[in-house]
């Protein structure tokens, strides 16, 4: 503990494997040493020994981090192209704990494997648990995604949320007027 608290993750992970070979059970221990490999970006590593803390009752530690890998993956995944990968991995995520970037990375990967529908509820997910300078492409994206469903009520309750922001403003200022022809 000592070790990790002095971020000495290479010496933590030496001593939390010794007291796993001690006591394979320990809960505690297998989540501080997927949580060092975790804080050292070995996330196979950290994966391994967190689902062994999860084994061990240490399922709400260790989730928040599984759930952070699953999504880092999940990202990598979209940049891939590979989008059925991607959705399946941003739902493992949701599966530990459910947060916004879960919610919009699986929106991301249905619009693109052409569930819009579903990618919209997802997004609206995502809406709720999301941190203010998100809203904006969020709402952008429930905008478009509506439209391109036929949507117009929908595009246009989106689009004005974004009237305020900046970075939308005038393509949603242009959006609601072609919708409300």
């Known amino acids: 503990n000592a070790a990790k608290r002095n971020k000495d993750y290479a010496g ?20 501080n040493l997927g949580d060092s490999y975790y804080r050292l970006k070995n996330f196979a590593e950290a994966e391994k020994y967190l689902l062994m803390a ?16 699953a999504l880092m993956n999940a990202k990598a995944s979209m940049k891939a192209k590979k989008f059925q990968e991607a ?3 941003a739902n493992k ?10 919610f919009e990375t699986a929106g991301d990967a249905l619009k693109e494997l052409g569930n819009t529908a579903d990618a919209v509820a ?3 997910k995502a809406l709720a648990e999301a941190k203010p300078k998100a809203l904006g ?7 478009a995604a509506a439209q391109a469903m036929g949507d ?13 922001d900046p970075n939308f403003a005038e393509f949603a200022k242009y959006q609601i007027a072609e919708l409300s022809k």
């Open 137 to 143: 492409q969020l709402n952008y994206k429930i905008a």
């Open 12 to 31: 933590a992970i030496e001593n939390f494997a010794k007291v796993l070979e001690m006591d394979p059970a320990n809960g505690a221990a297998a989540f």
């Open 122 to 124: 997802n997004y609206e």
């Open 87 to 89: 959705l399946d991995l």
């Open 152 to 164: 117009k009520t929908k595009a246009i309750e989106f689009y004005n949320k974004i009237l305020g």
């Open 54 to 69: 999860v084994e061990n009752g240490k399922a709400k530690e260790s989730n928040p981090r599984l759930a952070s890998i």
């Open 93 to 102: 995520s949701l599966a530990y704990d459910e947060t916004s970037g879960a």
